[in-house]
Nanobody, 116 residues
């Protein structure tokens, strides 16, 4: 079964950190570019970070998270991570994993809430 499963979302105080995980199964993970998107209540889904395929390690980030978030992948474990530091209340959203290659695959999302 082709799927992405996110985990790691939680309630955290401003300035705190979280690490999200995205576990892939059912497709050739290493040949897919993987991204994290987020969607806050009442807002459109936005691209947060992307890591490209074939071991290039190349990454890109939204301006709003540059210097605070880091995306990484472990192809052997079919997993992509999003390390989020210096979290702000405006980072509160449902975070979705997205993989693009021969097909497009979405995860079900994980809730991140930044609040004191």
């Amino acid at each position: 079964q082709v799927q992405l499963v996110e985990s790691g979302g939680n309630l955290v105080q401003p300035g705190g950190s979280l690490r999200l995980s995205c576990a892939a199964s059912g497709f050739t993970f290493s040949s897919y570019a993987v991204s994290w998107y987020r969607q806050a209540p009442g807002k459109e889904r936005e691209l947060v970070a992307t890591i490209f395929s074939f071991g290039s390690g190349r990454t890109s980030y939204a301006d709003s998270v540059k210097g605070r978030f880091t995306i990484s992948r472990e192809n052997a474990n079919h997993t992509v991570y999003l390390q989020m530091n210096s979290l702000k209340p405006e980072d509160t959203a449902v975070y979705y994993c997205h993989a693009q290659g021969l097909r497009i695959v979405w995860g079900q999302g994980t809730q991140v809430t930044v609040s004191s």
